[in-house]
């Protein structure tokens, strides 16, 4: 697939790229297929807004719902920063990883 057919470019902090290699390479794998399918089309199953500030990465893979936080850094050309990840174990959004996605955020912008 042609890179310019891409809606947005996707980086990955520290952390983010962390929880993904912990991930076994079957998981690992559909996660960055999920990515992939999702700078392609909008998908809400794939990539949701959270708040007005923080979008997660979506996956659904052997009965674990894996989510990767995520940002925009518009002043980059449509760019997406992925925080951090983690397996989610409720239906209701963590309210702690949600915090950590804000404060990775806030970090992020005020070193910019």
């Given at each position: 697939?042609?890179?310019?057919?891409?809606?947005?470019?996707?980086?990955?902090?520290d952390q983010a790229y962390?929880?993904?290699?912990?991930?076994?390479?079957?998981?690992?794998?559909?996660?960055?297929?999920?990515?992939?399918?999702?700078?392609?089309?909008?998908?809400?199953?794939?990539?949701?807004?959270?708040?007005?500030?923080?979008?997660?990465?979506?996956?659904?893979?052997?009965?674990?719902?894996?989510?990767?936080?995520?940002?925009?850094?518009?002043?980059?050309?449509?760019?997406i920063i992925c925080t951090?990840?983690?397996?989610?174990?409720?239906?209701?959004?963590?309210l702690k990883e949600l915090?950590?996605?804000?404060?990775?955020?806030?970090?992020?912008?005020?070193?910019?």
């Open positions: 697939m042609d890179k310019r057919n891409y809606r947005f470019e996707v980086e990955f902090l962390q929880f993904l290699e912990s991930l076994d390479p079957k998981t690992r794998t559909k996660v960055f297929e999920n990515i992939r399918i999702s700078r392609l089309k909008i998908d809400p199953r794939l990539l949701k807004k959270i708040d007005k500030e923080i979008w997660e990465f979506r996956t659904s893979f052997m009965s674990i719902q894996i989510r990767l936080f995520a940002f925009w850094d518009r002043d980059r050309k449509s760019l951090h990840g983690f397996i989610k174990k409720s239906q209701k959004i963590p915090q950590r996605a804000k404060i990775i955020r806030k970090k992020y912008f005020n070193k910019s």
